[in-house]
Nanobody
């Protein structure tokens, strides 16, 4: 059974930094995509950043230049370095890992980690 365990969330002042980590266990397969999504109170879950196993990345426009996603394929781990944090970055951040099967995409999710940015 695949499990994703996040760490690194917390409370930080605006302009500060946090680094999120997510480690996958329970599988010998490498995920095609790993990434981070977030959900603020009263809002839908949204993509923050994703990274393919080959290294290509995709970012939400609002975090470009401030956040950096990286991964360690050998350890099935993904990281999110968040700099210049803003109060609007406050949300629960969820780790995502996906495998592309022949007929569908199989997604796995972490339990979420709270990030709070104070003004």
């Amino acid at each position: 059974q695949v499990q994703l365990v996040e760490s690194g969330g917390g409370l930080v002042q605006a302009g500060g930094s946090l680094r999120l980590s997510c480690a996958a266990s329970g599988t010998i397969f490498s995920f095609d995509y790993m990434g981070w999504y977030r959900q603020a109170p009263g809002k839908q879950r949204e993509l923050v950043a994703t990274i393919h196993s080959g290294g290509s990345t995709n970012y939400q426009d609002s975090v470009k230049g401030r956040f950096t996603i990286s991964r360690d394929n050998a350890k099935n781990t993904v990281f999110l370095q968040m700099n210049s944090l803003k109060p609007e970055d406050t949300a629960v951040y969820y780790c995502n890992a996906a495998i592309l099967l022949w007929d569908r995409r199989q997604d796995y999710w972490g339990q979420g980690t709270q990030v709070t940015v104070s003004s």
